[in-house]
Each structure stands twice: as structure tokens, then as C-alpha cells.
């Protein structure tokens, strides 16, 4: 932690704990300050990490979800008990998949399975027991596809030209295998205005592709028993904080809430950061306003960050930055170690990204160039919601985001990340927020 951070934080430190050291000794207020510094400090990696395993507790994150919403509440009371004026941003979406439940079976070895969104709707339940095709006449029965994972979040066009070829033959599924480096499922994000599939599309991990091996090669049956629905007009709300002090220089923060599975450190790192600047911003940073907001609805289309920026943010202006806490802000590497896998509790700096504009990039590189990541300045930084931010006008934005090994799998915990790779990012983006309010002046 730098020289400046740390003299702003025993500042708020001193500040807060003063009625309680008044008339104590002069070594007992040294010994009372240290510990109100240690209960108090809202950039820690130990009280970051608490928020990331907070989330965690929420359980599924998808949209729509009761985990989702719960983790939306819970953001919303701990920006009011921070001090910020909170309003729910309500909204619906146009339609949302909800999958109960969906498994393979082969002989006597079931597996979990998950359909890539969006499932035609005459099968949003099913169940159908038939062989795998091995050539020839592929109607009534199951087809396999295997694509390659290419780093991004999105179905790339080659993708969706293979699967598109591989329903054209008239299967009555497609049995697809991302060959992601897990080995377990991983999903990609979709839009509201992408198609239904022609048939459904039901990812299979590849740790479980021995058994559609072993199944084509014997002609045995394969059973996928599949339970879900469509909904409508499906409620969600981005919450939105506020601390409108009527000065001329305005921070906003933004961080998605929703996703496709827990979730952990997909998401997990980047709302404890959210939290954290809220409490600095409400303590210690009095000579700007601050706008917060964490949106939902980002896997099946970013309709709420879409939303915010049309109905509430404020129009683009000089004296505006935007800091945006995306994905995998600070997630460990996972490496094979023989049969196993093994936790290293690092940042791969090729998987995290900081995406900053031209206008900001001296002072973001400045006081974040002990942090490991890839940088992306300008054009190149516009990524996920940054490109929303930055496709509204914005020109001064910093964006923090990336990929981990478990994003987008169910396995995605809280074991993906931990205080020391979480301690080390908010000085540095205090700081960041600091000089930009200064220049401001």
C-alpha cells in the first residue's frame, strides 16, 4: 500500500475512532488507533474477501434468479448502511430460460449437463432416450459436436456456423462439447435478440466424453432428461447509490451482479471492490459525487447496464470518470499437477485486463503498475460493459476484467481467489480516483 493511501485511511481511521480515544493515555490511544485501523479499513483483502464469500452464500446468480435477487439486496443495504441515497432501477427482460435440472445418462453413469441458451420452447422440458448417429440418417437420434474454446464469452461466428450446420442434418439433439481446458461445461453468453436453436443444444463437459465415446462405439442408448421453462417479461433491477454532494466532478462505479452459475470469482472480486470504494467514497472522498451502480442481466443480453445508461446515468462530461469492477478481477491460476488439480494463488496477468482511455491511461498505469494484468488503452479497452460505457461518450473510464480458469463453469468458488491477490487492487484505485478529483480542482 502506497505512502498516500495509507495516510488517507489513518485520517478516516483517526477520524472515527476520536470520541472513543478522547482522554485515554498516549499509548493507549497508539495501541486503540492500530485496532480501529485493522476493524475499520474498507480496502483490505480480509474484508473483501468476507463480501466475495458473502456472495457466494447467495447461491445461482443467474438473472431472475432467488440468488440473484438476494445478492441484489444485499448490495442495496450495504450501500444505504454506508450512507449512500439507494433506489432500485426496476426493469423486465424480455424472456429468461430457467433450467431445473438436466442430466445424462449412459448404462449406469449419469452426468450433469446444461442447454446453451436459448433451448427451442416445445423442449424447454424433455426427456429422450436414443443412440448416438454414426453417419448416414441422423433423424430421432443424437449428434456430437465438439468446438474449440477460444478465450472469449461470446459464441464466435465459426461456432455458430458449426452448430447451425450440425441442426440443419436433423438430429433431435446436439450433444456439444466446448473443449474447454477444465474439463467441465462451460457456457457463452447470449443476447435477447439471438434465435432459439433449431434442436436443443445440451453441453456436455469434456471430462464426461469417454462416456458418448463409449457409447457410440457400442450403439448404446443415451438418455437426456431435461426440466426447465420459459418466462416472460421476467422482473430484475439494477441498484443504484448516490452521493450528491453538488460538486462539479462526478465518479461513477459500476459492477455487473448476474451470471450463469455462482459464480464466485467471476463476480465475487469485483462487487467487494464496488463495496469498498462506496465506503471510501462515503468517508474519505467528500470533493466529488459518486454514482454506484450494479446491474443485472449481463449474461442474457446487458439489458441493465443498457437501461442505466439510457435512463439514469448523467450525460457525458470532462469531468466525469467512470470505473468499472468487471470479471475475474482477481482470480487465481489453476494448473494440472498430475491427475489433479492445483490452486496457485496468483493473478495470470495474460487473463486480466485494464482497460483505460487515452485520457486517463498516465495516471491509471501510475498507481496500478504493480499490479499484474494486460493493459488496453482506447479503442482496444472497449470490452464487455466498457464498450457500453465507452460507446456512450465517456472519455475518462477505467475498466477492470478478464477470465479465469473457472469462469463460466459451475465450479467457480471462492477458493478461486483470497485476500492477498484482493489487498493488493484498491490503493491503487483509490489513488487513481484521488488524482483525477485533484485535477478536477
Same mark, same amino acid.
Given at each position: ?159 455458430? +456456423?458449426?452448430? =447451425?450446420? *450440425?441442426? $440443419? %442434418?436433423? !438430429?433431435? #439433439? ?9 474439463? /467441465? ?90 463495496? +469498498?470504494?462506496? =465506503?471510501? *467514497?462515503? $468517508? %474519505?472522498? !467528500?470533493? #466529488? ?9 449481463? /449474461? ?142
Amino acid at each position: 500500500m502506497g505512502l498516500r493511501m495509507r495516510q488517507l485511511l489513518l485520517m478516516l481511521t483517526c477520524c472515527l475512532a476520536a470520541a472513543e480515544l478522547a482522554g485515554a493515555s498516549a499509548q493507549n490511544s497508539v495501541n486503540s488507533t492500530s485496532s480501529v485501523v485493522q476493524a475499520t479499513d474498507p480496502l483490505a483483502g480480509s474484508a473483501l474477501y468476507d463480501d466475495v464469500k458473502q456472495y457466494e452464500r447467495f447461491g445461482l446468480h443467474r438473472f431472475g434468479t432467488v440468488g440473484a435477487n438476494a445478492a441484489l439486496d444485499w448490495i442495496a443495504e450495504r450501500l444505504q448502511a454506508t450512507g449512500l441515497a439507494v433506489e432500485a432501477q426496476r426493469f423486465s427482460i424480455e424472456r429468461q430460460y430457467v433450467l431445473d435440472s438436466a442430466t445424462m445418462t449412459v448404462g449406469e453413469k449419469t452426468a450433469s449437463i446444461v442447454p446453451q441458451w436459448w433451448i427451442p420452447e416445445d423442449k424447454s422440458s424433455f426427456t429422450l432416450t436414443a443412440p448416438i448417429a454414426r453417419g448416414g440418417n441422423v433423424a430421432g437420434k443424437f449428434v456430437r459436436l465438439k468446438i474449440p474454446y477460444d478465450g472469449g464469452a461470446y459464441l464466435n461466428e465459426k461456432h455458430r +456456423a458449426a452448430i =447451425a450446420a *450440425a441442426s $440443419r %442434418s436433423g !438430429p433431435a #439433439a446436439i450433444l456439444l462439447t466446448i473443449d474447454h481446458p477444465s474439463g /467441465e461445461i462451460f457456457t457463452y453468453n447470449v443476447a435477447q435478440s439471438d434465435a432459439p436453436w433449431g434442436v436443443p443444444v445440451l453441453l456436455v463437459a469434456p471430462k464426461d466424453e469417454p462416456l458418448l465415446e463409449e457409447a457410440r462405439r457400442t450403439d448404446s442408448p443415451v438418455t437426456v432428461a431435461v426440466k426447465g421453462r420459459y418466462e416472460r417479461n421476467v422482473a430484475g433491477q439494477n441498484v443504484i447509490g448516490r452521493l450528491d454532494r453538488g460538486k462539479d466532478t462526478t465518479i461513477i462505479v459500476s459492477t455487473p451482479v448476474t451470471s450463469w452459475f455462482t459464480s464466485t470469482c467471476e463476480r465475487g472480486p469485483g462487487i467487494a471492490a464496488f463495496l +469498498a470504494t462506496a =465506503a471510501l *467514497a462515503a $468517508r %474519505s472522498l !467528500p470533493d #466529488a459525487n459518486f454514482i454506484f451502480v450494479a446491474t443485472s442481466g449481463h /449474461e442474457i443480453g446487458h439489458g441493465g447496464m443498457e437501461l442505466f445508461l439510457r435512463n439514469k446515468a448523467p450525460r457525458p462530461d470532462a469531468k466525469i470518470l467512470w470505473l468499472h469492477y468487471g470479471a475475474s478481477l482477481a482470480c487465481y491460476q489453476r494448473v494440472r499437477n498430475g491427475d489433479e488439480w492445483k490452486i496457485l494463488p496468483e493473478v495470470d496477468a495474460q487473463l486480466r485486463f485494464f482497460g483505460v482511455s487515452e485520457a486517463l491511461a498516465a495516471s491509471a498505469r501510475n498507481h496500478l503498475q504493480q499490479e499484474h494484468a494486460t493493459w488496453l488503452v482506447g479503442d482496444r479497452a472497449a470490452a464487455g460493459e466498457l464498450r457500453d460505457v465507452k460507446g456512450a461518450g465517456y472519455t475518462n473510464f477505467l475498466g477492470m476484467f478478464g477470465l479465469h480458469p473457472l469462469f463460466h463453469t459451475l465450479q467457480d468458488s471462492a477458493e478461486m481467489t483470497g485476500p492477498a491477490v484482493l489487498d493488493p487492487v484498491m490503493p491503487g484505485v483509490a489513488a487513481v480516483l484521488q488524482d483525477f478529483i485533484a485535477k478536477q480542482r
